[in-house]
């Protein structure tokens, strides 16, 4: 197996964050929402813009995920004042999207796992995330990796209101799963 690496993401990279987002989303949704919806969704989400202020609030952070030099997947974690939902010492993650032709090439837990040690490093109490209730295999993803639901929020895709679970994973308080 190739080596996955992890890579932070700077302002510099907005036009590669805007490629990988949009793809991903689109690749991972299209197919269950209107494409109005979804050119509303990616447009106002990976704008230049909106990015360029993600990208330098200081309680967020992108990474990228690259084989053989080509992004594949990106994460997006969010502490603090960022959060979608503010919770106490908790670190949100609030994407990891990867390029469907890497599913089940360990890109994702990989990419967790730097969330992980994150959170530890910032000594969170927990990991939350909204993952929506009809991505099963998301879902999936996140109960194999001890997460649990604890409430619900609405997302907008465009201009329709769709359901994400709120799902957290307490973390140990030794550093048995500190990944760096």
């Known amino acids: 197996m190739k080596q996955i690496i992890i890579e932070r993401v700077t302002t510099n990279d907005i036009q590669k964050l805007q490629e990988i987002g949009r793809s991903t989303f689109f690749e991972t949704f299209a197919h269950v929402n209107t494409a109005e919806n979804m050119s509303d969704y990616l447009e106002n989400s990976f704008s230049d813009e909106k990015l360029k202020s993600e990208l330098n ?3 967020s952070q992108f990474y990228f995920a690259r ?9 997006k974690i969010n502490f603090g004042e960022a959060q979608n939902e503010k919770i106490d010492d908790a670190l949100e993650i609030e994407r990891i999207y990867v390029l469907k032709v890497f599913h089940g090439k360990n890109v994702a837990q ?10 530890y490093e910032i000594q969170a109490k ?9 991505n099963h295999r998301a879902l999936r993803f996140y109960q194999k990796n001890g997460f649990t639901a604890f409430g619900k929020h609405a997302f907008w895709l465009g201009n329709d209101e769709q359901t994400d679970l709120l799902m957290k994973k307490e973390l140990a308080n030794t550093n048995e799963l500190k990944v760096s």
Do not use: P
């Not at 084989?67 to 994460?75: F, M, Q, R």
């Not at 927990?126 to 009809?134: A, I, K, R, Y």
């Open 57 to 59: 609030n200081q309680c």
């Open 67 to 75: 084989l053989d030099g080509n992004i594949v997947a990106y994460l």
């Open 110 to 119: 990989t990419l967790y796992q730097k969330a992980i040690g994150i959170a």
């Open 126 to 134: 927990c990991v939350w995330l909204g993952v929506w209730e009809e």
